[in-house]
């Protein structure tokens, strides 16, 4: 292996080519890509909004949650710039371990890198684990703002969640590509079958792919080991149009429908992605006014009992330590967690609390700039 590929990230196995991207600051976003196709450019745009550093037992925050866009060189048709994300993981469907807030805000950064690609003339990818399922917020943001369309349901339509709850944890597999939380999954043997859900997509921008074939892969265990992974893999395939008519077409074909006649499909566009701005501000702004607030200022109230804790523990100690010296030792061990701790706190209050909400605050003008324009190209 040469030196320029091991300081580029990239190795060859045969004609593949290998592409490990590094972020965060601990293992890194695990976001890698094989290629028999020859590597144009890459790069890699970090979430501003990922978690906390104080779930450091969820280690989001740590791992540098991006979306790594590799420009790939087919031997034919435009280039193809496949996006590889992993966003920010939901530990509950609600409430603040739910992190929905930090989801739609990578899924509107996610969309405008896939938008500004597709308008560069590339045949734009989106790969991965969303960890968003579909008819959400994220996936909302990411189908009308992103303009990215679902491979699998191009193929198969839309799947009802309630008919999916009520298949056999086969079936959810094979007819609903259901990637995780299926009970064929040793990892998540023991969920309930009605929990199986869609978190793994190839979302397509533009019309210069179309997708010929999707399912799911990796559902075989390992001997002795078990499941590959917690999730299955997904999989599709495309074909590349580089005829400008038949874009055309594909385009005109992947127009949204309504059934009211009197509402034609720019005006229904229109109306959805207003819709997902409003609901997008809404989340974001809860947040901002709840936990947000809640956070910064509960970990600044603990640095400033700290502090004042810190002079009141230097004379008690130097006091017992003439009376009993042990419990001088104790006091100082008490007096130094309670000190370290509440300085970290104020840490996360002042810097990290600051720039969270200085990038929600920056979405919502995103959003703000992008509701005029529609609203004025509307009228």
Known sequence: MSSHYRRS?????GT?????????????????????????ETFIYRYPVNG??????????????????????????????????????????TGDAAYACHRAAQAWDLAG???????????????????SRPGSLPYRILSNEGQLHDSWELLHGPSDPLEVAKMSPQDQVDLAATTCDSTINTWRAQRAPTEACRLDYALIGGAKLTPVDAGVVFTERIPDVGSYSDHFAYTATFEMEDK?????EVARKRRPTTTESTIDATTYETSTLLTVYDDARALILEYLDTTSRHQKTYRFYHFVVSIILFVIFIPVIIVVSYQAPWASVIFFIVGC???????????????????????????LMQ???RERYEKSVAN
């Open 337 to 363: 967690v309670v000190t370290v701790t509440g300085v970290i706190d104020g840490l996360i209050s002042f810097l990290f609390g600051r720039n969270e909400q200085r990038a929600l605050r920056e979405i």
């Open 9 to 13: 990230g990239l190795r060859k196995i």
């Open 244 to 248: 400008p008519e038949a874009i055309k």
């Open 367 to 369: 959003i703000g700039d």
């Open 52 to 93: 906390r550093p104080s779930a450091f037992y969820r280690g989001d925050w740590y791992v540098g949650k991006s979306a790594a866009v590799t420009v790939l060189e087919p031997p034919s048709g435009p280039h193809i710039a496949l996006i590889n994300s992993h966003m920010h993981a939901p530990y509950a469907l």
């Open 113 to 131: 890198v896939a938008r500004r690609l597709e308008r560069q003339g590339y045949a734009v990818v989106l790969v991965g684990d969303l960890n």
């Open 16 to 40: 593949t080519l290998i592409k490990c991207f590094s972020s965060g600051m601990i293992s890194g976003p695990g976001l890698a890509l094989l290629s028999r196709f020859p590597i144009v």
